[in-house]
């Protein structure tokens, strides 16, 4: 569930919905006990791994490891991440309509 929560965080902000993120933000916390440095470096990792050009370091690794995270929890996110990107690759396709809200206007 964190790592979904995750997942739509980051692509809700991509997608322009602001800060709150449909309440995703909140349930990040929620469901992960973790100190917010160790979650803000997780974020980081993410939004590294999902950049076009996106590389992970050594040095992005370490410091996400160093934040408790261990290999397992890595490979989860990661596959968060290729979960949610398949998805939209998948409604673009297939043209499905959306199941949240869109973003308000600016």
């Known amino acids: 569930m964190f ?25 990040i ?6 100190p917010l440095h160790a979650q803000r470096r997780q974020i980081n990792f993410v939004n590294t791994a999902i ?18 995270y261990n290999d397992a929890q890595i490979t989860e996110t990661l596959l968060a991440i290729a979960q949610t990107v398949f998805t939209n690759l998948f409604n673009r ?5 959306l199941d949240f809200p869109p973003a308000p206007s600016l």
Do not use: F
């Open 3 to 27: 790592l979904e929560c995750l997942a739509e965080s980051r692509l809700g902000l991509i997608a322009g919905l602001g800060g709150d993120c449909g309440g995703a933000q909140s349930c």
């Open 29 to 34: 916390l929620q469901q992960l006990p973790r």
């Open 51 to 68: 950049q076009p050009a996106g590389r992970i370091s050594d040095e992005d690794l370490r410091a996400v490891k160093a934040a408790g």
């Open 93 to 97: 396709v297939h043209q499905a309509a």
